[in-house]
């Protein structure tokens, strides 16, 4: 199993609508999740951080569940902008055991179509 | 512009060549991380340098030689490299590795490609 698995896509959805992505991970002692976004050929940047209660900024909703190993994104109100890969990232053990890192999903393809 | 400026962006190298990537952050992060970006593939973690000091090699070839001479410069050596290893490495930084909630923040990467 990988130890973080996102939704294959892609998605390609119109303008406005509201689009979800869900993301699971293996490792009970993860720490902390973030979501990024990867335009084409460009490095991944931070779009959110997840938090236990859930938090939202803007039109970007994200939300975790510990005990399914569970989060999501949701995002509503698209636009043509928003079309990019999101990487759903969580913040686990390293291997020397003492330091954590920071283990990357292979991320949905969204194209938001006018 | 995130802080962390990577060259050169685009490296086309034959397999007996040695080249360097270099990465510098402005950001007075501790923690620096080079990262593989292979086709349809998640990012791979190759080396994490906190404070300077080595503290995470992900089962990388010796052919990739990290150097980490202070916290604000990285370096990746490549020499005899593989075709397999054309791929986009990215530069980041955050702060040390220690922390829960560190984020990360990356540079624009090398795209190499290996003739």
């Known amino acids: 199993r990988k130890e973080v698995e996102q939704d294959p896509g892609p998605f390609n959805v119109p303008e406005g609508a509201t689009v979800a992505f869900n993301c699971t991970y293996s490792n009970s002692a993860s720490q902390s999740f973030f979501w990024y976004r990867q335009d084409c050929r460009k490095e991944p940047k931070l779009l959110m951080s997840v938090y236990s209660s859930g938090n939202e900024d803007g039109r970007f909703t994200a939300q975790l569940n510990r005990a399914s190993q569970y989060i999501s994104l949701l995002i509503r109100d698209s636009k043509l902008s928003d079309s990019a890969t999101y990487l759903c990232v969580v913040n686990s053990q390293g291997l020397s055991g003492s330091a954590r890192q920071l283990t990357f999903g292979s991320g949905t393809q969204l194209t938001v179509l006018p | 512009e995130t802080g962390v400026t990577q060259t050169p962006r685009h490296l086309v190298m034959g397999m007996t060549n040695k080249k360097s990537l270099k990465c510098e952050q402005h950001?007075?992060?501790?923690?620096m991380y080079w990262y593989k970006q292979s086709a349809k593939k998640p990012l791979e973690l190759m080396f994490v340098?906190?404070?300077?000091?080595?503290?995470e090699n992900n089962s990388v070839p010796s052919r990739f030689s990290p150097e980490c001479p202070n916290s604000s410069h990285l370096f990746l050596h490549l020499h005899t490299l593989q075709p397999e290893d054309s791929a986009l490495y990215l530069c980041?930084?955050?702060?040390?590795?220690?922390?829960?909630?560190?984020?990360?923040?990356f540079g624009s990467g090398t795209q190499l490609s290996v003739l």
């Open positions: 950001l007075g992060h501790n923690a």
């Open positions: 980041a930084s955050s702060r040390p590795t220690g922390a829960t909630n560190e984020k990360l923040f």
């Open positions: 340098y906190n404070f300077k000091e080595q503290t």
